[in-house]
């Protein structure tokens, strides 16, 4: 056993834990999770919903595990008959006012209290003849809405905006079973960052309009990822759904977003989907763009890299694309005179008060900092009036891009606009956006993280990776190219 | 005094000698009755040595837990690094209790009087007396007090604050009276942190009840030997104790005895007795959260704390609340349930639930809807409701119910069998 640890015993199995941890938290690392509602490791302990009471010997009454810290040679019974009693005594409490309305309820398959009652709770109700409570449906704010009917008053969302926010809308009204989750009658739910209480709600009763009646949770694929909607890095969770990024979510990352997202990042996905995209390799066959398979692509790009009289190579790229992808558009061009340079959108800072060093930056993309890392500049407009003259210009993702240019131009992109100037490219590569391929992003703390692929790419939409990669392996080694 | 009664022989009284007493209300009054005496002895004595006092003489909490006084006083930090506060729990909201009242209103200086001692033995610059919203004489009487004491400047360097609650009665527990103070809405705060580490806008507090308070000042001026003395049973339980007797007898009032004194002899000698052609049938005593007693074991109860406990329920803030053999006892329970279900706060899902629950089944056993399994699930109700939440809200709805059906279930079973005409519309 370690120094300076507390030892102690959950369910006969032995674990060492720091001093001050909680006993649901040391009972996490004897693999054993405590059933709970108000407990959320993001938020103050509230220790009201009593679902996680636990036995500990020499103790005079069952405790809650939420609450109650480790000390040296304690011996926790989370399977006690006291114990699970009071449990289900909880879950029946929770129950007799619930709708039971799960076949309609967003939350279904991902619902807490499913699961509790699943495992712990028993069939039959004794509420009988009972009329239920009920009130109606609240419209919170731009993306929550509350089922009152649903909620187990666990308070997670009040605790969220009163501690973590520091925008305190939200309170328990009234007393007794009348209580219900009130909003201050002249606020709304529209914090930059309130469409967490709808992930930390563990019931259906805080449930995002975005997501409303979109797909049941046992349909949805989980894909990790990371948030490209600032250059803060949050780590999320693509929902996918046939294909279809239907949900971004947090997923707990101590050192970066712990366990939010800003509302930002959360609708910052719609995109993924779009319909409109390039589908098939475009090579210039006079003053047409002509489909063609990847082989005559690539070897149309390899003879203009090789072909050109200067050796001036300028690339325009996307923030948010990716730290392989940047580096292989750089070792394109060894041998040429190179400039790399992106521009970043901006727009306002949005911090998320409770917790430090974490904010909706200004800074709108995912991969700035990998990409100065790698030696691009943030001098766009010097980069751009160079590009007139280059031999060869390469605008990797950047579907708006105003580059003009009287050298060779070959644009690697997801979409074509009508009037896009990467029209009069010699070359069109089509690519994966970040749901359809893995790579690395590096946070504006020098942090870097991975992505990986939630769904297909488009039809012959290829990572820009490999396509560069094709290029670089195409040209050969550095030292055969001149 | 068995105010409104004048003085029964067989009554100690300390406490309640002035009730009644008009004059008494006022600070020159007060002095002249050898008001703040205790106090100028207090502040010329080191607070160490004032709890001490308090800690020999054996008082213990008069709010419902008996814990004893000195003792909570100690546990203030020792070297004091930040603010101390104390609290007085002038929310008397206990159904049956009315002692702090008759206190407040008749001797409002023995409460400030006291508070300010305390105020000295446990190094708090600020107390704070919360006073119960509805107690709207006693505070215009308290307020009047204070701002006499305050002109005077009876109490140096301490400052007194009046704090009105809202018609909580949730707000009687102490650390959800520390969040009404601070303003927040009043719900329990999970302990610990206790109020001795962490109370009053998070700063060491201790919180005291009125009647606590008010015995304090007559320790110091008559010593701890004197108070110990005072005790009619068990050495634990010493002192005086007011005892506010309701309900079916003939002369119900604040009566003050010594602890240890017999249950029956209170009943019957000073409070007359049932009404003429009634006997007594049972009786709650220590206020509505206590188990209830049978005839047979309220008059073989002695009043101290370890007696009521022996008796098979809790001294508890001594509020006697006394049924004869008029009263429909599931009724009468039912009525409690309903007043634990309209006051829980919430929090706890087994109080929020439960009682409303509970008082749901009392109600539809009162209407002839009763099922024969409901007295069963009743008492389930109750095991899940006991022991298992913050504050005891909970625990206090379940005592009444659990007793009741203990010890009267031939009345529920009357209900139950259509036997009793119904006395509620479902």
Not at chain 1, 5 to 19: C, F, R
Not at chain 1, 91 to 99: C, D, T
Not at chain 1, 355 to 369: G, M, T, Y
Request: some cysteine.
């Amino acid at each position: 056993m370690a120094d300076g640890l507390i030892n102690l015993t959950i369910d006969g199995a032995p674990v060492s834990v720091p001093p001050g941890t909680l006993v649901i938290e040391a009972a996490k690392q004897a693999g054993v999770l405590v059933p709970h509602y108000c407990y959320h490791p993001g938020l103050p302990v509230a220790g009201v919903c009593r679902m996680c009471l636990v036995e500990i010997e020499k103790a005079p009454k069952l405790q809650i595990a939420c609450a109650t810290t480790v000390t040296e040679g304690m011996v926790v019974k989370t399977q006690a008959p006291a114990a699970k009693d009071a449990r289900q005594g909880v879950l029946e409490f929770l129950l007799i006012n619930h709708p039971l309305d799960c076949p309609i309820c967003d939350q279904a398959g991902e619902c807490e209290l499913q699961d509790f009652v699943f495992q712990e709770g028993q069939a039959r109700t004794r509420y009988a003849e009972f009329a239920k409570r009920f009130n109606p449906v609240e419209d919170f704010g731009p993306d929550v809405l509350y089922v009152p009917n649903r909620c187990i008053l666990c308070t997670r969302c009040v605790r969220f905006m009163e501690d973590v926010a520091q925008e305190p809308v939200l309170n328990v009204s009234e007393r007794g079973d009348r209580a219900f989750i009130g909003i201050h009658p002249e606020a709304r739910l529209d914090h930059p960052w309130a469409g967490n209480v709808v992930d930390l709600c563990p019931v259906g009763s805080l449930l995002s309009k975005d997501f409303l009646h979109k797909a049941r949770a046992w349909e949805l694929d989980k894909t990790a990822s990371i948030c490209t909607g600032c250059s803060q890095g949050c780590n999320i969770t693509l929902d996918t759904r046939d294909e279809v990024v239907v949900r971004v979510r947090p997923r707990p990352n101590l050192e970066v977003n712990r366990y939010f997202i800003c509302d930002h990042g959360r609708m910052h996905y719609k995109w993924m989907n779009r319909g409109d995209r390039i589908e098939a390799p475009l090579v210039r066959a006079g003053a047409e763009l002509k489909a063609t398979d990847w082989d005559e692509a690539l070897d149309r790009v390899t003879a203009i890299l090789r072909g050109t009289e200067g050796r001036t190579a300028v690339a325009l790229v996307s923030p948010g694309a990716s730290s392989e992808a940047l580096a292989l558009a750089k070792r394109v061009f060894t041998g040429f005179t190179w400039t790399g340079a992106f521009q970043v959108v901006m727009g306002e800072d949005a911090p998320l008060a409770g917790v430090p060093d974490l904010a909706l930056r200004a800074e709108r993309a995912p991969n700035a900092k990998g990409a100065e890392n790698l030696g691009y500049t943030r001098d766009y407009a010097p980069a751009l009036a160079a590009a007139k003259t280059a031999a060869v210009v390469l605008v990797l993702d950047d579907p708006d891009c105003a580059v003009d240019t009287n050298g060779a131009l070959i644009y690697l992109g997801t979409v074509l606009g009508e009037n896009a100037a990467c029209r009069r490219a010699d070359v069109i590569l089509p690519i994966a956006n970040v749901a359809e391929e893995e790579g690395t992003f590096t946070n504006r703390d020098g942090r870097t993280q991975r992505y990986y692929q939630a769904k297909p790419a488009p039809g012959m939409a290829q990572p820009a990776a490999w396509v560069l990669g094709q290029l670089a392996a195409a040209m050969g080694p550095a030292e055969a190219q001149r | 005094m068995g105010f409104p009664h004048k003085s029964h022989p067989k009554e100690t009284v300390v406490l309640s000698q002035h009730f009644g007493d008009a004059d008494a209300r006022t600070l020159k009054g007060w002095t002249k009755r050898g008001g703040y005496e205790a106090l100028a002895q207090a502040l010329k004595m080191d607070p160490v040595a004032v709890t001490d006092v308090v800690k020999e003489s054996g008082l213990r909490g008069r709010g419902g837990a008996g814990f004893p006084t000195g003792l909570k006083w100690s546990f203030m930090p020792k070297e004091k690094k930040r603010p101390h506060y104390l609290c007085v729990n002038a929310d008397e909201s206990e159904p049956g209790t009315f002692k702090d009242r008759e206190i407040m209103r008749w001797t409002p200086h023995a409460l400030l009087e006291g508070t300010a001692i305390a105020a000295h033995a446990i190094r708090a610059e600020v107390a704070y007396i919360y006073i119960r919203g509805e107690f709207t004489e006693p505070w215009t009487i308290m307020e009047r007090a204070l701002a006499e004491a305050n002109a005077a400047g009876v109490f140096g360097t301490i400052k007194v604050y009046l704090h009105r609650g809202a018609g909580a009665y949730i707000c009687g527990e102490e650390t959800a009276l520390m969040n009404s103070i601070e303003g927040k809405r009043g719900n329990p705060r999970i302990k610990p942190p206790f109020p001795a580490a962490a109370g009053l806008f998070g700063m060491p507090t201790t919180i005291n009840n009125v009647e606590t308070l008010a015995a304090v000042p007559h320790i110091l001026t008559r010593g701890a030997a004197w108070y110990k003395g005072l005790c009619l049973s068990n050495p634990k339980s010493t002192g005086t104790k007011l005892f506010s007797v309701c309900g079916h007898v003939q002369r119900p009032g604040n009566y003050e005895v010594t602890l240890g004194f017999p249950l029956k002899d209170l009943l019957y000698d000073m409070c007359g007795g049932p009404p003429a052609g009634r006997t007594l049938k049972a009786c709650i005593p220590g206020g509505s959260s206590v188990p209830i007693l049978t005839r047979e074991e309220t008059e073989a109860c002695l009043l101290d704390y370890e007696g009521v406990v022996a008796s098979g329920s809790m001294l508890g803030s001594g509020g006697v609340i006394v049924f004869d053999d008029s009263a429909d006892m599931v009724y009468q329970i039912m009525r409690l349930a309903r007043f634990y279900a309209h006051e829980s706060c919430a929090q706890c899902t087994q109080c929020r639930e439960g009682t409303a629950w509970t008082t749901k089944i009392m109600e539809r056993i009162l209407a002839g809807q009763g099922k024969t399994k409901d007295l069963d699930l009743l008492l389930d109700l109750s095991e899940n409701m006991t022991g298992k939440t913050i504050c005891v809200l909970s625990d206090s709805c379940a005592a009444p119910i659990v007793s009741g059906i203990k010890k009267f279930r031939g009345e529920f079973e009357a209900y139950l069998a259509g036997k009793r005409q119904p006395v509620m519309v479902s």
